[in-house]
C-alpha cells in the first residue's frame, strides 16, 4: 500500500532528527514535533485503507 509506504518512510526520515533532539538540540526537537504531526496524519491515512479493504470484502 501507498500510504503503508509513506508512513515508513516518514519515520524513517525522522531519526537522525530523534537523535539530535535526545542530545539537546532544541531545532531537531522541533523538526520531529512537526515530522510526529505527519505521522500521525499518515498512519490516519493508512488505518481509513485498512478499513476500505475491509468493507469492500463484504
Known sequence: MESYDRL???VADVTDDMAKCEGG???AGTRVRKAMQDIKAAAQ???KDVLGLR????
Not at 468493507?55 to 463484504?58: A, I, L, Q, V, Y
Open 8 to 10: 515508513v518512510q516518514l
Open 25 to 27: 538540540n532544541k531545532a
Open 45 to 47: 491515512d493508512v488505518r
Open 55 to 58: 468493507n469492500s470484502d463484504g
